[in-house]
């Protein structure tokens, strides 16, 4: 999940809101991007629910029900919300699941 995160951010580093909502190729990537982290999310969830119990901070049913609307409905997706997801909610999910990865391989 962290380096789907990470490699939303680097599709759209360097470019403003202007030329996402021009360039197919990055909101596809974007959405793409976020379908693969509604994915690891739900099977997370499937196969470790220990562990969505231990983290609740994450967003867990915003991630997978983000991911259905994007496989059930893609072409109805707000650009708005893509950019949105990537430049507010992205970066803060990185840092959570950062701190976790770290205070797991610290011990806890």
Partial sequence: MQRAVS????????IDQGAFF???????????TLL???????RIAEEYPE???DHPELPWHE?????S?????YFDIELTVLWDIAQKSLPELF????????WRAEGE
Avoid: C, T, W, Y
């Fill in 36 to 42: 693969m982290i509604g994915e690891a999310a739900a």
């Fill in 22 to 32: 021009k360039n197919v190729e990055k909101q596809r990537a974007v959405g793409m």
């Fill in 69 to 73: 609307r994007i496989a059930q409905g």
């Fill in 63 to 67: 991630m997978h029900d983000f991911r």
């Fill in 7 to 14: 490699e939303a951010g680097q599709f759209l580093r360097g």
């Fill in 51 to 53: 562990f969505v119990v």
């Fill in 95 to 102: 840092s959570q699941l950062d701190s976790i990865r770290r």
